[in-house]
Nanobody, 119 residues
Framework: QVQLVESGGGLVQAGGSLRLSCAAS????????MGWFRQAPGKEREFVAG????????YYADSVKGRFTISRDGAKNTVYLQMNSLKPEDTAVYYC????????????WGQGTQVTVSS
């Protein structure tokens, strides 16, 4: 069974950095597109960044472009989200997810990790 476990969240001051990790197990991780999403209190979950299995065409939400970087390490079955120049509006629970090759939807999700940015 596929399992995704996020880590690396925490409390940081505005302008600071955090690196989130998502460790995958139980599936052919290297052949799937992976994504990061976030959900702030009272808001809907939103897409943050995605990376295909080939890692050659990453894509980002406009709100994080230029500040966040998604990457993956196939040998470690881990995907990362490097977050720089953090803003209070980046405060949310961050989730990683795996995209289904059949439907194009994200069908496996981690439990999330809290990121809080203080002003």
């Amino acid at each position: 069974q596929v399992q995704l476990v996020e880590s690396g969240g925490g409390l940081v001051q505005a302008g600071g950095s955090l690196r989130l990790s998502c460790a995958a197990s139980g599936g052919a991780f290297s052949r799937y597109t992976m994504g990061w999403f976030r959900q702030a209190p009272g808001k809907e979950r939103e897409f943050v960044a995605g990376i295909p299995w080939s890692s050659d065409n990453t894509y980002y939400a406009d709100s994080v472009k230029g500040r966040f970087t998604i990457s993956r390490d196939g040998a470690k079955n881990t995907v990362y989200l490097q977050m720089n120049s953090l803003k209070p509006e980046d405060t949310a629970v961050y989730y990683c997810a795996r995209e289904s090759r059949l439907t194009g939807r994200y069908d496996y999700w981690g439990q999330g990790t809290q990121v809080t940015v203080s002003s």
